[in-house]
């Protein structure tokens, strides 16, 4: 694959504390800021501590602010749901968009792990998976997002 081909990658976490609308204001400033330069897309969505992105661009820059996340010390139970080749960005307009979101929003999406039942790893599976980033930008698209 080029460095170039669009790339996504879907994860779900649990903030390590609940974010503040300062903290999100501060987290969404440095990651638009980070994003535009370099070349990332994607939406954020947030709920009580909850947290679900999905980060669009070459599979090196998502890859790499991936593992960021992944050691970021806001961030436990990360868990990558879905990621592969896409033909187009389904989130260009923004460097990062944003939507809080109540708890129960998340449930109707494919592939959402609920971190509060016990052993919620135990039954993902990457290959049930396949169309999250698409479930996703239905989601986004069907309210206002904050951006």
Same mark, same amino acid.
């Given at each position: 694959?080029?460095?170039?081909?669009?790339?996504?990658?879907?994860?779900?976490s649990?903030? #390590?504390?609940p974010?503040?609308?300062?903290?999100l =204001?501060a987290?969404?400033?440095?990651?638009?800021?980070?994003? #535009?330069?370099?070349?990332?897309t994607g939406?954020?969505?947030?709920s009580?501590? =909850?947290?679900?992105?999905v980060?669009?661009? #070459?599979?090196?820059?998502v890859?790499y602010?991936? =593992?960021?996340?992944?050691?970021? $010390?806001?961030?436990?139970?990360v868990?990558?749901?879905?990621?592969?080749?896409? =033909?187009q960005? $389904?989130?260009?307009?923004?460097?990062?968009?944003?939507k809080?979101?109540?708890?129960q929003?998340?449930?109707?999406?494919?592939?959402?792990? $609920?971190?509060?039942?016990?052993?919620?790893?135990t039954?993902?599976s990457?290959n049930e998976?396949?169309s999250?980033?698409?479930?996703? #930008?239905?989601?986004?698209?069907?309210?206002?997002?904050?951006?």
């Open positions: 694959m080029s460095t170039s081909a669009l790339y996504h990658l879907v994860y779900q649990a903030a #390590t504390a974010f503040t609308d300062q903290d =204001e987290i969404l400033i440095r990651s638009r800021a980070w994003n #535009t330069a370099h070349g990332l939406v954020l969505l947030y009580h501590g =909850e947290i679900m992105q980060l669009e661009g #070459t599979k090196q820059e890859q602010i991936f =593992e960021r996340i992944e050691r970021d $010390n806001r961030h436990q139970q868990v990558k749901l879905s990621d592969g080749p896409i =033909e960005r $389904n989130f260009s307009q923004w460097s990062m968009g944003f809080a979101v109540d708890a929003d998340f449930n109707h999406l494919s592939g959402y792990l $609920n971190p509060a039942v016990p052993d919620y790893l039954t993902y990457e998976n396949i999250l980033h698409e479930l996703l #930008t239905a989601f986004v698209k069907e309210d206002e997002i904050r951006y």
